[in-house]
């Protein structure tokens, strides 16, 4: 039956979707191609700054803006403890990725724009932090999608 519930959890759940599978997949490619060289991995390092602020941030808004008129539909509140921990949890990651890893990313891009598209050697560990954030990021959000289908309380 299509009614608002429906509709807000379904934008929910592929919001979800997106922003986790992104993270997942984004964190695969980081890694191959900071093994595959500094050229490939300048163009990764230049290409996450965009997909943060253009994909992920607004993906990451619209599954919490959906998720809580979810909450209201199904006359839940934010006193759940499985709804407090995804809210926390989404709350670390989206503030990490949007004030640590866009950034840091961007300017990392320019850095390698300045390099003649590849890493610098001085920027290596800088990458490499990028990658040990995100690979943190993935962890907490499939921790989310699990606290979402338990609902451990």
Same mark, same amino acid.
């Given at each position: ?7 807000? =959890?379904?934008?929910?759940?592929? &919001? &979800?979707?997106? !922003? ?20 490939? &991995? ?11 602020? #253009? ?26 403890? !499985? ?10 990651? #989206? ?9 840091? &990313? ?33 962890? #907490? ?9 338990? =609902?451990?309380?």
């Amino acid at each position: 039956m299509l009614n608002a519930l429906t509709i807000y =959890k379904s934008i929910h759940v592929l &919001a &979800a979707a997106i !922003w986790v599978g992104s993270d997942v997949a984004l964190h695969v490619v980081g890694v191959r191609a900071r093994k595959a060289g500094a050229e490939l &991995a300048g163009y990764f390092a230049r290409e996450i700054g965009f997909y943060g602020k #253009f994909v992920l941030v607004p993906t990451s808004l619209l599954l919490i803006i959906l998720g809580f008129l979810t909450l209201d539909q199904e006359g839940l509140g934010v006193g759940e403890l !499985w709804v407090t921990f995804g809210l926390i949890v989404w709350a670390a990651s #989206f503030f990490i990725g949007a004030f640590y890893i866009g950034p840091t &990313a961007d300017k990392l891009g320019k850095a390698i724009q300045e390099a003649g598209g590849t890493i610098p050697e001085s920027q290596t560990a800088v990458f490499d932090r990028l990658l040990l954030y995100a690979r943190i990021e993935v962890l #907490f959000l499939m921790l989310i999608v699990v606290d979402m289908v338990v =609902k451990p309380t």
